[in-house]
């Protein structure tokens, strides 16, 4: 039975006036979802606040354990009698018959159609776009058009560290909003002043470029390498980088990226840049020559399906880069922001004397916007300082309500301790992933940081995402049988555990 009748939809909330109609199934729970502090009302004078802690009230009488939702069990008699009216949000809520959650509305509805239409005419199909209208979320959940829930386990590749709407990222952008959104970069601004501090607290000393997106940074890090390069005599101005890489879609950075498939159709490549063996240290040292600039390398490879470096690799390709005074550029636009259980992942790395293997540029892109269009080219100050007015720039870039929201999303992190906690909880699931039997037989390997993981199936799935979504959890599939997850770095820990228990169904079901 429809639980609900609609009368309005559209993003819109939802004006129940047929109150009778949805609780006269008395005996279920109503399980009501909802924003922070607004999310269902229930009659003027009895409000039911459906929110997170910090919501100003929380009345629901009985927590699911999932942020942002409740139980009420309310009996029709009362409602009938006492409730005039309901308020909520289309598709979030459900009925709980005998304590399950019932999933309601996975067929498409005519809104959904018509926009999934209405994109296929007017979006570059440059993506294999699913058949599905995101239309809110709200920490680790993300709803469809249709009200579907979806847990959400990859956070939108990677951008969104700290979920969907997390109200002090909110908050903090309201506020700057209100303040001042953009200066042009002949201007200081507080807030990218402040960003760019905390980078100095938690990665090395450096000085950062603010611009809007991973490949915008890489391309900055490999300019500067090269103009670091043209100092010498003869110049280098070449750049090396790893097979199974990626480091970006801009010309330079498809000759930068490491799979072929990339490039196919742009010939020629932007020359200078060359890609050698992942993990293979002497096939690195033999490509270094006199033209040499560079080394572009991500500490933890994302697209090319969560790969580590054998033992040892990272540090000696930090010694060859200072032997041949190469730059050596970490693109840490994956695995940056604490998401591999360090604040950044060449932390992982460290020489015999236990000191950290640093870069002498840092790229940073997806987690530090936290879902934003934010950017970072970090370099050390002898080389950052090559890049003299006029050599590099971006308009927009460093903005002031992307750099105040990417500086709340670091001092979050620090705050709540997300770093260590990524560390912990990437740990116990991949001891708990390396158990279960019903899936042993389908993995190959199962392997990354924190909560960066990536588990190789045996043989490419079919229909992956199709079966992912209609259990209503979003993961990625990466490099044909890398199934990837990489959560919100806040994901409440029971629903991390709910969430690998999805992924697990999911695997037996391939
Ligand atoms: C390691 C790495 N570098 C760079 C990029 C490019 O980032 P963007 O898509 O923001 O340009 C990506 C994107 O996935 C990436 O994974």
């Known amino acids: 039975m429809e639980p609900i009748k609609r009368d309005a939809w559209g993003g819109q909330r939802c004006i129940m006036?047929?109150?009778?109609?949805?609780?006269?199934?008395?005996?279920?729970?109503?399980?009501?979802?909802?924003?922070?502090g607004e999310g269902?009302?229930?009659?003027?004078?009895?409000?039911?606040?459906?929110?997170?802690?910090?919501?100003?009230?929380?009345?629901?009488?009985?927590?699911?354990?999932?942020?942002?939702e409740g139980i009420c069990h309310l009996p029709t008699t009362a409602l009938r009698k006492r409730w005039s009216r309901a308020i909520i949000y289309p598709g979030q809520f459900g009925i709980l018959p005998g304590g399950k959650e019932r999933r309601t509305m996975s067929e498409p509805s005519q809104l959904s159609k018509d926009l999934v239409q209405r994109g296929q005419r007017v979006l570059v199909p440059n993506y294999a776009r699913q058949p599905v209208v995101m239309a809110r979320g709200q920490d680790c959940w993300a709803w469809d058009a249709e009200g579907k829930r979806y847990l959400d386990l990859f956070a939108g590749f990677g951008g969104g560290i700290l979920?969907?709407?997390?109200?002090?990222?909110?908050?903090?952008?309201t506020k700057q909003a209100g303040t001042l959104w953009h200066v042009g970069n002949t201007f200081y601004t507080q807030p990218q002043i402040e960003l760019a501090e905390r980078l100095n607290r938690h990665a090395f000393t450096g000085q950062a470029f603010f611009c809007h997106s991973g490949a915008e940074a890489n391309e900055a890090a490999c300019k500067l390498a090269r103009l670091r390069g043209n100092q010498h005599d003869p110049k280098k101005w070449k750049i090396?980088?790893?097979?199974?890489?990626?480091?970006?879609?801009?010309?330079?950075?498809?000759?930068?990226?490491?799979?072929?498939?990339?490039?196919?159709?742009f010939e020629p490549d932007v020359p200078g840049f060359e890609q050698v063996e992942a993990g293979n240290f002497e096939a690195l040292a033999r490509a270094v020559d006199s033209q040499t600039a560079g080394v572009l390398i991500e500490p933890i490879q994302g697209e090319g399906?969560?790969?580590?470096?054998?033992?040892g690799y990272i540090q000696r390709v930090r010694e060859l880069c200072d032997k041949h005074e190469l730059t050596?550029?970490?693109?840490?636009?994956?695995?940056?922001?604490?998401?591999?259980?360090?604040?950044?992942a060449h932390q992982h790395f460290k020489d015999a004397s236990g000191k950290v293997i640093e870069p002498d540029i840092m790229?940073?892109?997806?987690?530090?916007?936290?879902?934003?269009?934010?950017?970072?080219?970090?370099?050390k100050p002898p080389v950052a300082e090559l890049f003299g007015p006029g050599k590099h720039g971006s308009t927009l870039g460093g903005n002031a309500i992307c750099a105040t929201v990417s500086r709340t999303i670091l001092d979050i992190i620090d705050r709540d301790g997300l770093v260590e906690r990524a560390a912990l909880l990437g740990e116990q699931a991949q001891a708990r992933l390396k158990n279960e039997s019903s899936i042993r037989n389908k993995i190959a390997e199962i392997r990354g940081?924190?909560?960066?993981?990536?588990?190789?199936?045996?043989?490419?799935?079919?229909?992956?995402?199709?079966?992912?979504?209609?259990?209503?959890?979003?993961?990625?599939?990466?490099?044909?049988?890398?199934?990837?997850?990489?959560?919100?770095?806040?994901?409440?820990?029971?629903?991390?555990?709910?969430?690998?228990?999805?992924?697990?169904?999911?695997?037996a079901s391939l």
């Open 328 to 344: 050596l550029i970490f693109d840490e636009v994956w695995t940056g922001c604490g998401r591999t259980g360090r604040w950044f």
């Open 163 to 173: 979920g969907h709407c997390n109200p002090e990222l909110v908050a903090a952008a």
């Open 240 to 265: 090396i980088s790893l097979t199974h890489s990626f480091h970006g879609r801009t010309l330079a950075m498809i000759a930068a990226t490491g799979n072929l498939a990339i490039r196919q159709g």
């Open 17 to 36: 006036r047929s109150v009778g109609a949805f609780f006269s199934l008395s005996r279920y729970s109503a399980v009501l979802r909802g924003r922070a």
């Open 40 to 68: 269902v009302e229930i009659d003027r004078p009895a409000r039911f606040f459906v929110g997170r802690t910090n919501a100003p009230a929380l009345t629901l009488p009985q927590s699911t354990g999932v942020p942002g």
């Open 449 to 507: 940081r924190g909560l960066f993981l990536g588990i190789e199936l045996k043989e490419p799935p079919q229909q992956f995402m199709d079966k992912a979504l209609a259990m209503g959890v979003i993961v990625n599939l990466t490099a044909k049988k890398v199934i990837r997850i990489a959560p919100p770095l806040n994901i409440e820990q029971g629903l991390w555990a709910q969430g690998l228990g999805l992924i697990t169904q999911l695997i």
């Open 305 to 311: 399906g969560v790969n580590l470096y054998p033992e």
């Open 363 to 379: 790229t940073l892109g997806k987690a530090v916007g936290g879902g934003l269009p934010v950017g970072i080219m970090y370099a």
